[in-house]
């Protein structure tokens, strides 16, 4: 291993955010993930509608101790996909996704997204989001 001070990461554990919605869909798995992430990025944008970002914060953190565990965090994104669920049958379909585009979402994949942007989020990683966390853009 060379030791120098930052180290590489494997590039496959990246997942880029699109800037802009529309664009990239080079490939199926591609505009799914977009899609995804589509559902799960505006949290940022949210929080200018909750008033401040504290309060965007208060949703997310059930247990009260100012930080939002993964579960917290989860939580209350997962509630997102409840609310797109028209039909309520666990599957969020091409119709029900936002755009009217990409393959069918299941909560297990909606929420395995949602854990690996939180992990993502989690930038000391101490497995909570604090404020700061919570409000940057999920990249890097
Ligand atoms: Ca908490
Ligand atoms: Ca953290």
Do not use: I
């Amino acid at each position: 291993m060379a030791a120098t001070g930052r180290s590489r990461r494997p590039r496959r554990d990246r997942v880029r955010l699109p800037a802009m919605p529309a664009g990239c869909s080079n490939r199926p798995m591609r505009s799914r993930l977009a899609a995804l992430l589509l559902l799960t990025v505006p949290a940022a944008l949210h929080a200018q509608d909750a008033g401040s970002p504290a309060a965007y914060l208060a949703q997310f953190d059930r247990d009260g101790d100012g930080r939002v565990s993964e579960a917290e965090y989860v939580e209350h994104m997962s509630r997102g996909f409840g609310q797109l669920d028209a039909n309520g049958d666990g599957v969020l379909e091409r119709d029900e996704l936002p755009g009217g585009r990409g393959r069918p979402v299941t909560l297990p994949d909606y929420q395995a997204n949602l854990r690996h942007q939180f992990r993502k989020l989690d930038r000391d990683r101490d497995g909570f989001l604090n404020l700061r966390e919570l409000m940057q853009p999920p990249q890097g």
